[in-house]
């Protein structure tokens, strides 16, 4: 069984920052990309940013200089360093990765798409 747990949402000033952190675990062969979408009340939940297994990255414009999404491999961890925020991002923030689960037989499994629990970012003062 493969979980993706998030850490690091809280409430914080607008300009300031914070970290997220998605750590995946359980019978995994490879993750593929892994990135943080969110969703605002009444909106629709959008790509935040993502990286691949090779380190190529992709933003949304709203967030491109602000946040810096990065990726530990020999952790199963993704982090998202968030800077300069705003009350527009306020949203329940979501971990999602493509991962190849390890089979009983040791081989590699179909890929699917996995989700966190969420984490709530406020930004307000």
């Known amino acids: 069984q493969v979980q993706l747990v998030e850490l690091g949402g809280g409430l914080v000033q607008p300009g300031g920052s914070l970290r997220l952190s998605c750590a995946a675990s359980?019978?995994?062969?490879?993750?593929?990309?892994i990135g943080w979408y969110r969703q605002a009340p009444g909106k629709q939940r959008e790509l935040v940013a993502d990286?691949?297994?090779?380190?190529?990255?992709n933003y949304a414009d709203s967030v491109k200089g602000r946040f810096t999404i990065s990726r530990d491999n020999a952790k199963n961890t993704v982090y998202l360093q968030m800077s300069s925020l705003k009350p527009e991002d306020t949203a329940v923030y979501y971990c999602n990765a493509v991962i190849s689960p390890l089979t009983g037989w040791g081989t590699r499994g179909t890929g699917r798409r996995y989700w966190g629990q969420g984490t709530q970012v406020t930004v307000s003062s």
């Open positions: 990286i691949t297994s090779g380190g190529s990255t």
């Open positions: 359980g019978s995994i062969f490879s993750i593929n990309a």
